[in-house]
């Protein structure tokens, strides 16, 4: 089994500096089409585009693709036949482990890129990590990807309420682009993201908006500090945001009398956070 510190955070050694976009030239934008709408579906396709380069990988599912996954993507296949259709057109997939090995090849090619997505932070991601993981492929990933970034956080920080009907992909398309597309094809899907990131996002990006590809991991390492109302959830989502866990923490608090303060201090945690979070440890001991 393929296994380091950056398969699993709460082994790690080395507490990560903020997020620093500046001098990272290479963007890829990234889309996952899956058997169902739930993070426990099976990918079918995965799409991604860089300003020369597009990569499309038809995968082929363990289960079912669902009725309802099938009319949204066109995508259908037979476990009789091993055959897969894309709105009738037939097309060749592969398994889950040479997408994946696949995917990452045409990363490396990239020069650490960060990813981009619409609502990956909540769907593509936690979806693409645990796959990554099943096939001991989560450590080799997060050293080809500088971290991700999701444009619909960068839409819901930027763009005024009334300016947008809603927040979906296909709408802010439409109203900034002013074009209309399929919707929930992979290739199609990062097409269109670009067009739209290259006229409308390029000058919202910042920095804060990028998030380690660890993020969830360490979001789950707060679940004690979360349910015990140590810390707010904003706070766990900055310190996670940067790769951050717990274990990090307890690190840096055993390591210097004041290591855990100038890494709070770094992440701008508001003071009587960081009181809370020294005390937590405290109580430990």
């Known amino acids: 089994m393929e296994f380091n510190f950056q398969q699993d955070p709460e082994q790690t050694t080395e507490i990560p500096l903020p997020f620093n976009v500046d001098g990272t ?3 890829v934008f990234f889309d996952l089409e899956t058997t169902g709408l739930g993070r426990n579906n099976d990918i079918i396709q995965i799409a991604a585009k860089t300003n020369s380069n597009s990569f ?9 693709i669902q009725i309802e996954a099938s009319k949204i993507t066109g995508i259908t296949y037979s476990h009789g036949t091993n055959k897969m259709y ?3 057109e037939i097309v060749e997939p592969v398994s889950l482990h040479k997408a994946l090995l696949d995917f990452i090849h045409f990363l490396k090619e990239q020069n650490q890129p960060i990813i981009l997505g619409h609502n990956i932070c909540n769907f593509d991601i936690p979806i ?5 993981k099943e096939c001991n492929l989560f ?3 997060c050293e080809t990807v500088k971290g991700f970034l999701d444009t619909m956080k960068v839409a819901r920080k930027c763009i005024p309420k ?3 009907e809603n927040l979906k992909q296909q709408t802010l398309v439409k109203q900034f ?6 919707a929930n094809n992979g290739i199609e899907d990062v097409d269109s993201l670009k067009t739209l990131y290259d006229r409308t996002f390029t000058s919202l990006v910042k920095s804060d908006d990028v998030f380690s590809v660890l993020y969830h991991n360490c979001m789950e390492s707060y679940s004690n500090l979360l349910k015990n109302k140590i810390v707010s959830r904003p ?13 990090h923490l307890k690190l840096a608090s055993v390591r210097d009398v004041n290591g855990l303060k100038f890494v709070l201090q770094d992440q701008k945690i508001p003071r009587k956070s960081v009181k809370s979070i020294q005390e937590y440890f405290q109580n430990e001991e």
Do not use: H, W
């Open 177 to 182: 682009v002013g074009e209309n597309y399929s």
């Open 139 to 141: 450590s080799t990933f």
């Open 235 to 247: 706070v766990c989502m900055q310190l996670a945001k940067d790769g951050i866990s717990l274990k």
């Open 162 to 164: 009334n300016d947008a």
């Open 25 to 27: 030239k290479c963007k």
């Open 86 to 88: 894309v709105r009738g």
């Open 56 to 64: 499309n990988r038809y995968v082929i599912p363990r289960v079912d």
């Open 128 to 132: 693409i990590v645990s796959k990554l």
